[in-house]
Antibody
Framework: EVHLVESGGGLVQPGVSLRVSCAAS????????MHWVRQAPGKGLVWVSR????????NYADSVKGRFTISRDNAKNTLYLQMNSLRAEDTAVYYC??????????WGQGTLLTVSS | DIVMTQTPLSLSVTPGQPASISCKSS???????????LYWYLQKPGHSPQLLIY???SRFSGVPDRFSGSGSGTDFTLKISRVEADDVGVYYC?????????FGGGTKVEIK
């Protein structure tokens, strides 16, 4: 059974950095693209970033380009999102999402990041 | 960016009655490979989104057959033939043809 468990969220001040993680299990992690999708409180879903199975290709939404870095450790079956220069508008639940031929077939439970002074 | 527009914003449905949600994209989601990259997700209250429909009309594993998707090009529809209490939540369409991947604003379905 596929499991995606995010961690690392919390309350931080504007301008600081934070890394969130996603521990994956139940599938061959290195074989799949992985994504981060976020959802601000009471708002809709917004795609943030994606990474190829081998980590060689990454893409970002314009709103986070240059500030966020997606990465993965296939030996540890873990996906990361390094977030720098955090802003209030980055406040959201961050979901780790598995990609497949069916698109986003499995989602984690999410980790809440709150950026506030 | 491709803009995904969903209507209505919300829907109140009597159990056993049908429901329909529209999703329109600002450009065609038909790819040169012949596939149309339109997906539907349901986010139940307090839960993460879950995949319902991929490539316009294919139901994901375990999705009841009362859910169906249709459409082509830029106009798409999700239909629930007979709404049940378990179907409440927010429904999102998403396009997967171009980056950035974009979602519709969501349609909240509640039970009367």
């Amino acid at each position: 059974e596929v499991h995606l468990v995010e961690s690392g969220g919390g309350l931080v001040q504007p301008g600081v950095s934070l890394r969130v993680s996603c521990a994956a299990s139940g599938f061959t992690f290195r074989s799949y693209w992985m994504h981060w999708v976020r959802q601000a409180p009471g708002k809709g879903l917004v795609w943030v970033s994606r990474i190829s199975g081998d980590g060689s290709t990454t893409n970002y939404a314009d709103s986070v380009k240059g500030r966020f870095t997606i990465s993965r450790d296939n030996a540890k079956n873990t996906l990361y999102l390094q977030m720098n220069s955090l802003r209030a508008e980055d406040t959201a639940v961050y979901y780790c999402v598995k990609d497949s031929v069916y698109s986003f077939d499995y989602w984690g439970q999410g980790t809440l990041l709150t950026v506030s002074s | 960016d491709i803009v995904m527009t969903q209507t209505p914003l919300s829907l109140s449905v009597t159990p056993g009655q049908p429901a329909s949600i529209s999703c329109k994209s600002s450009q065609s989601l038909l790819n040169s490979d012949g596939k149309t990259y339109l997906y539907w997700y349901l986010q139940k209250p307090g839960h993460s989104p879950q995949l319902l429909i991929y490539e316009v009309s294919s139901r994901f594993s375990g999705v009841p057959d009362r859910f169906s998707g249709s459409g082509s090009g830029t106009d798409f529809t999700l239909k629930i033939s007979r709404v049940e209490a378990d179907d409440v939540g927010v429904y999102y369409c998403m396009q997967g043809i171009n980056l950035p991947l974009t979602f519709g604003g969501g349609t909240k379905v509640e039970i009367k």
